[in-house]
């Protein structure tokens, strides 16, 4: 089994910048894929970033430029960082790491709630 314990969700005015991390620990694949996905009220979860062992990143659209997703793979930790925060970037985001031959097994954490706003 793995878990996920997920940190550093915040208040923070429009503009304001905020550092994310997950930790994972349990039963972790040496190849895997660790990334956040966010939901707001109303609307369904959405990828943020991801980025695998190997460094390989995958940014959505709404990400690319402002947020910079980077890990510890000896810590088994994620951080993204995000910049130039928006009201719209408002939401729980969650974090997941998938492993496996086909990156079939799929793990959540609880959430942290992200609030932009003045």
């Known amino acids: 089994q793995v878990q996920l314990v997920e940190s550093g969700g915040a208040l923070v005015q429009p503009g304001g910048s905020l550092r994310l991390s997950c930790a994972a620990s349990?039963?972790?694949?040496?190849?895997?894929?660790m990334g956040w996905y966010r939901q707001a009220p109303g609307k369904e979860r959405e990828l943020v970033a991801v980025i695998t062992t190997g460094d390989i990143t995958n940014y959505a659209d709404s990400a690319k430029g402002r947020f910079t997703i980077s890990r510890d793979n000896a810590k088994n930790t994620v951080y993204p960082q995000m910049n130039s925060l928006q009201s719209e970037d408002t939401a729980m985001y969650y974090c997941n790491l998938k492993q496996g031959p086909q990156f079939e097994y799929a793990y959540w954490g609880r959430g942290t709630q992200v609030t932009v706003s003045s």
């Open positions: 349990g039963s972790i694949f040496s190849i895997n894929a």
